[in-house]
């Protein structure tokens, strides 16, 4: 256990931090779901862009990797234009 405030402080900050990174990663992963659900190429189109800004938000705050945020945003846009 923890002997000093500032490391019980960090402990607790770690756990709600984590919780929201988590939070972020999984309304990420949904949005990216129900996007590869849609079968209307326009309502495709006009979602992808939330959920590039999704996507990009995880890979900034090191959620994902920066390689990955890439990787789905490109499968992502080449799924939409085979639709």
Do not use: F, W
Not at 10 to 17: E, G, H, L, P, S
Not at 24 to 41: F, G, M, P, Q, V
Not at 55 to 78: F, M, P, T, V, W
């Amino acid at each position: 256990m923890a002997n000093h405030k500032s490391a019980l402080k960090r402990i607790r900050q770690n756990q709600v931090i984590r919780l929201r990174n988590r939070y972020y990663h999984k309304s990420a992963r949904t949005a990216i779901k129900n996007l590869r659900e849609l079968t209307d190429k326009t309502e495709a189109e006009k979602r992808l862009p939330e959920v590039s800004a999704m996507i990009d938000k995880l890979a900034k705050r090191n959620i994902i990797h920066k390689n990955k945020a890439g990787n789905l945003k490109s499968k992502l846009a080449k799924h939409i234009n085979t639709l």
